[in-house]
């Protein structure tokens, strides 16, 4: 495999491809049975315009423009976001211009200005990812995508690293592409994932699968849409509370065990009508047991958890399911971190948990301490299952 850095500037030398006069399309991203982003894109010449519409929390429309100059180099970048639906945000513009060595940033948010000069990478990409709060990161432009890849593309099983920077804030990073055959690219996600891109022979994305990610969406190329009448219509929804709401919303549950309380904080996924265990749950993989930061069970006495002792305190909690049915619970003494951030060294104990099936799927993941006395037990529960392990005041 060889791995290639490259600017854009040598993409626009080595272009494979060149951009018809104008190509409309929008991309429906999906996550289970609810649609949460659309974009709609259109490439005129040397420009591409796109919008796009965020779901998740709330309504949150998007618009960006990309200018690039004769020899491929990007001229001028505009991005603008209108919080349609979601209440507590500002809107917000940024102006990146790329002139010789520098960018210079205009921002706009909440009536106030600023400008910012800094050095620019040479041969930079623009790129967007979008998202807000615990779903940052949960859609990336397919129109940018395919402005770098009508330029160029990884041959079959080759490493393409190009330097990017986010037009939303200015960040500039690394973003690999990889190829895996003639028609499925990868793409990075923050550099520990990969969403899957099944492109065409032009570089256009006819899908993208981000299932093996935590945001666990699929998007799908499609016709030109309207994207004000839905963009309208998703925000009047938000407003009779039959939006989609937070992908995964943060819970508190609280018990007591011999009078003395247990917390358990956690990111609660949506079942949104999809497969479960073996699917959203991998099966012989450690699963962050929730969604968003790891998941802390919290108590303030020593406590017995299925049959080993551990002291008052934090710990996160992670499982690994089994297609046997088996499932075992990880406590781990490292807390506060994202939910993808496991690190096995920090294991305190492994224990077994008692797998059931419930009478019916649930829809919310949930993760109750139910407690009578000085016992009580640790039960989490989603679609179908129900683990459960004991939990005893020392």
Do not use: C
């Not at 018809?20 to 659309?38: C, E, N, Q």
């Not at 200018?67 to 209108?82: H, I, N, Q």
């Not at 497969?275 to 303030?300: M, S």
């Amino acid at each position: 495999m060889q791995t290639t850095l490259v600017p854009l500037v040598a993409l626009a030398a080595a272009q494979l491809v060149v951009a018809p006069a104008s190509d409309k399309a929008a991309f429906i991203t999906t996550l289970g049975r609810d649609t949460v982003a659309i974009e709609s894109v259109d490439r005129a010449g040397n420009r591409v315009t796109g919008d796009i519409v965020v779901r998740v929390p709330a309504t949150v429309r998007v618009h960006y423009e990309v200018e690039l100059r004769a020899d491929g180099s990007v001229a001028r970048s505009t991005y603008e976001s209108d919080p349609m639906g979601a209440k507590d945000m500002a809107g917000r513009r940024l102006t990146l211009d790329f002139d010789g060595d520098s960018v210079h940033a205009t921002i706009d948010s909440a009536g106030r200005t600023r400008k910012v000069a800094r050095p620019k990478p040479s041969g930079v990409v623009p790129m967007l990812m979008t998202g807000f709060g615990a779903s940052y990161g949960l859609y990336s432009a397919m129109g940018l995508y395919e402005l770098l890849l009508e330029r160029t593309r990884p041959s079959a099983n080759d490493t393409l690293v190009v330097q990017a920077i986010d037009i939303a804030n200015g960040a500039v990073s690394n973003r690999k592409f990889v190829a895996r055959s003639e028609t499925r690219i990868d793409v990075d996600y923050f550099g520990i994932l990969w969403t899957h891109l099944t492109v065409d022979a032009n570089g256009r994305i006819t899908a993208a699968d981000a299932r093996g990610t935590t945001e666990q969406t699929q998007t799908e190329r499609a016709g030109p849409v309207d994207i004000g009448a839905l963009a309208k219509s998703f925000a009047s929804a938000d407003r009779s509370g039959k939006g989609v709401g937070a992908a995964s919303p943060n819970v508190i549950a609280k018990g007591a065990i011999g009078g003395h309380p247990v917390v358990v904080t956690y990111g609660s996924p949506r079942r949104r009508g999809r497969v479960i265990l073996g699917a959203v749950v991998p099966y012989d993989k450690v699963w962050r047991t929730g969604a968003n930061e790891a998941t802390v069970l919290t108590f303030d006495r020593d406590m017995t958890i299925g049959g080993a002792q551990l002291p008052a305190g934090a710990y996160s909690l992670w499982t690994i399911p089994k297609a046997d049915g088996t499932v075992q619970l990880i406590i781990n003494r490292q807390h506060g971190q994202w939910g993808t951030s496991y690190d096995p060294a920090q294991d305190v104990v492994r224990v077994p948990m008692k797998a059931s099936t419930a009478p019916a799927p649930q829809e919310n993941f949930a993760i109750d301490v139910p407690g009578s006395g000085t016992s009580g037990e640790l039960r989490i529960s989603w679609d179908v299952f129900v683990w459960s392990v004991p939990l005893t005041l020392k």
